[in-house]
């Protein structure tokens, strides 16, 4: 008979070593007892297992000391570790990340994660095929807050930026349960709220969770009274590409969306349409609403992938589904709906600027909720415009350099011609980007959309994107100086509108 492979798991609760599956050999220790095994024998292992705990990855309690040193160790050994939940945040600890409360606070149920494809290779663990999002399992209060530098961000959420990383070939890690199911959560959710941990209300209303067909806390938990609920189900066509600071922050574009955007307990989907990855039509019913990206692109421009996404508009206005264009979108929607759209008359924008809300063209109780302002700050960042709206438009907002800086087509179409995602952190990064290629073109007003500026930049991009010169730079960060976006109100409407929380505008 061969050597059996060994294993080394982590856990609270077994203390006895077994036979696993296939031949191998899983020993267990009560590391929260000060079970350890000796430094001697961690050599003799193939892999190891960090399992969750009801205590903190920032404490600093003997034995979550001496779990530090073990994962030292092994990672000077490169031995193979799974972190999970607890185990996940101690070893972004060890590796020089930063962990704490989660900022958006706890997690009880059966969540969504986001997968980040362009990122799995070469470590390809999910096979032939990466998914888009996977569900799992969430019990945690804590959260990694930052990244070790080593690290390789997996997967992330709407509520939380990481959920899933990879160090090297020798440590990856998952926040949520991969080892759970729906009976020991609904086992832990009673426990923690006849200890008075949770409130009843926090696991019904703030909580709920979503199995293969969608159940979810419904009355007393102790009675495991089950109501249906329907997840919804979102997806980003995302018409630019990712600038190695946004990777770097915040793992893509995408992430800047949902984080704005998203909600617990939905489903978020990527399609990268400037590379020509579309959903197929037959899926289009699955989803319950859209946004359009802003893009480096014209959207008077008949490239194929930009006539797909006219296509695929089209046909989403057919079904009245909820979509949202932000700049390049908010353009999109105008051209597929018949208006004009061409370069900006008064030259582009770039910088923080003060839109004037329509409010004779606002319903009372409408996206914004019960109190429609005069005007919202937001930033810009584009060198083309909506020249013209179709009759079948509602002008939203405007401003003293644009004609068309929102609009609505019904109850299922808004546009945004600003960026209701940005910070100012993003806008600087992009500013200065821009000025690192040493280009200009005086003719601009203010500066050029350098949002979507890839670090690939080709010959192409030189025809005819214009780069902004210092003092144009310069004029756009002052604008940010001693003001902010109102991007909360940015968020109440977007959602309102994707939503469906309130009446038409």
Not at 92 to 106: D, F, H, I, L, M
Not at 135 to 147: A, F, G, P, S, T
Not at 216 to 227: C, D, E, N, Y
Not at 473 to 484: H, R
Request: with cysteine; proline share 3%; glycine share 8%.
């Amino acid at each position: 008979m061969g050597r059996l492979s060994r294993w080394r798991i982590t856990i609270t609760t077994s203390g006895r070593a077994n036979e696993g599956l296939g031949g191998e050999q899983w020993d267990s220790y009560r590391v929260v007892d000060g079970e350890f095994p000796d430094e001697k024998d961690l050599e003799k292992y193939d892999g190891f297992v960090i399992s969750g705990s009801s205590h903190d990855a920032f404490q600093d309690t003997d034995w979550i000391l001496k779990l530090c040193d073990i994962i030292k160790k092994l990672d000077e050994m490169k031995k193979k570790v799974l972190g999970v939940c607890f185990g996940h945040q101690l070893i972004a600890r060890v590796k020089g990340g930063k962990v704490g409360r989660a900022r958006k606070g706890p997690e009880l149920c059966l969540g969504n994660i986001t997968i980040l494809k362009d990122a799995v290779a070469p470590e390809n663990y999910f096979g032939e095929e990466v998914p888009t999002s996977l569900r799992i399992i969430k019990c945690h209060q804590d959260e990694v807050l930052e990244l070790p530098e080593s690290a390789k961000l997996l997967a992330c959420s709407s509520m939380y930026e990481v959920e899933m990383y990879s160090i090297e070939e020798n440590f990856l890690c998952i926040q949520g349960h991969p080892e759970y199911n729906r009976d020991i959560l609904i086992d832990i959710l009673d426990r923690v709220l006849a200890g008075g941990h949770i409130t009843e209300d926090f696991v019904k209303t703030t909580h709920p969770f979503a199995g293969p067909i969608h159940p979810s806390i419904h009355q007393s938990l102790s009675t495991k009274r089950k109501q249906m609920v329907e997840q919804k189900r979102f997806a980003l066509f995302l018409a630019t590409c990712d600038s190695t600071f946004v990777k770097k922050t915040y793992g893509g574009y995408f992430n800047v969306f949902v984080s704005t955007f998203g909600e617990e307990g939905e489903q978020w989907d990527l399609f990268r349409v400037i590379d020509g990855e579309f959903p197929e039509e037959k899926d289009l019913d699955k989803y319950d609403g859209f946004i359009i990206s802003g893009s480096l692109h014209d959207a008077f421009g008949d490239d194929d992938w930009i006539i797909k996404l006219c296509s695929i508009c089209q046909k989403l206005d057919d079904m009245k589904k909820k979509v949202l264009g932000i700049c390049f979108g908010h353009q999109i929607l105008n051209r597929i709906k018949g208006g004009k759209i061409g370069r900006a008359r008064r030259g582009a924008d770039m910088g923080l600027r003060s839109i004037t809300i329509a409010k004779d063209s606002v319903k009372p109780g409408g996206y914004f909720g019960d109190k429609t302002p005069n005007s919202l700050a937001i930033i810009k960042c584009h060198q083309d415009e909506v020249w013209e709206l179709p009759e079948s438009a509602t002008l939203l907002a405007y401003s003293d350099k644009y004609n068309v800086e929102m609009a609505s087509y019904g109850d299922h179409l808004l546009s945004i011609q600003g960026h209701p995602e940005y910070n100012k952190e993003i806008l600087f990064e992009i500013i200065n980007r821009v000025v690192g290629l040493n280009l200009m073109e005086v003719c601009f007003a203010y500066v050029s959309p350098f949002y979507t500026l890839s670090l690939n930049v080709t010959s192409e991009c030189f025809f005819f994107l214009p780069i902004l010169q210092q003092d144009l730079a310069d004029k756009a960060k002052a604008t940010m100086e001693d003001a902010e976006p109102d991007r909360k109100q940015w968020q109440t409407l977007c959602k309102n509108f994707l939503k469906g929380k309130t009446d038409q505008i």
